[in-house]
């Protein structure tokens, strides 16, 4: 059981698939994989307005 942005509690089932984490919140889905030896987090927005997130992180 997880609590969404807004303060929502649901269930989310993490799947494993080709190489990436995936996760479906109610307001938007999530991903996370190893691209290049760094790891990106992607978040896209439900609806017609959309947004898509990618964050990337490094080694030091």
Known sequence: EMTSI????FTAHPKM???K???EFPE????AE???DKLLLTSVTRGEK?????????RI
């Open 17 to 19: 698939e080709d190489g």
């Open 50 to 58: 959309g947004v898509t997130f990618k964050r990337f992180f490094k």
């Open 28 to 31: 938007y889905s999530f991903s």
């Open 6 to 9: 807004k303060g929502c509690k």
């Open 21 to 23: 984490i995936l996760v």
């Open 34 to 36: 190893l691209v290049d």
